[in-house]
């Protein structure tokens, strides 16, 4: 095994989006993050350069977390059905089922979908959803 010093560090997630302004705020609000320096909105009227190229969120204490790269075009994935993979997917954890249906709520009302609800499973209860570019993720009850 690798030495802890002679190994990289994990800085962030990156995904690829179509509107990387439109996905940061999506997960800004569901994990309450905040906005790397400079990559704050625009105030009304003025272009997003940021927006239209390379966006970071990071916690409280400044540490990265999730990154969104523009790109022109992005095919969504189709999973669990159809021929494009899902190739990456964020797990997020609960610590009750009474969070995992108020997280429910608040997943499809900032644009969420559910792709497969596993709340009755018999190890771990969780939910598929996809956020507004397609990407899925997971919440579970730990």
């Known amino acids: 095994m690798a030495e802890r010093q002679n190994v990289p ?3 962030q997630v990156v995904l690829d989006c ?3 302004r439109s ?3 999506f ?3 569901l994990l309450g993050l905040l906005y790397g320096p400079g990559d704050k909105p625009p105030e009304r009227g003025r272009a997003d350069e940021r927006g239209d190229d390379w ?3 990071r ?3 400044g540490t990265p977390q999730l990154a969104f790269q523009q790109v022109d075009q992005l095919a969504a994935p189709t999973w669990p059905d159809g021929s494009v993979p899902q190739q990456l997917h964020l ?3 609960v610590t009750s089922i009474e969070e995992l249906k ?3 709520e608040r997943v499809l009302a900032l644009g969420g979908r559910l792709l497969s609800d596993q709340k009755n499973g018999p190890d771990e209860p969780f939910r598929v959803y996809a956020d507004p570019a397609g990407h899925p993720f997971c919440i579970f009850v730990a």
């Open 9 to 11: 560090k994990l800085c």
């Open 18 to 20: 179509t509107d990387a």
């Open 23 to 25: 996905l940061a705020e």
């Open 27 to 29: 997960y800004r609000s």
């Open 55 to 57: 966006l970071v969120l």
């Open 59 to 61: 916690t409280a204490d």
């Open 91 to 93: 797990d997020l954890s």
């Open 102 to 104: 108020a997280q429910h």
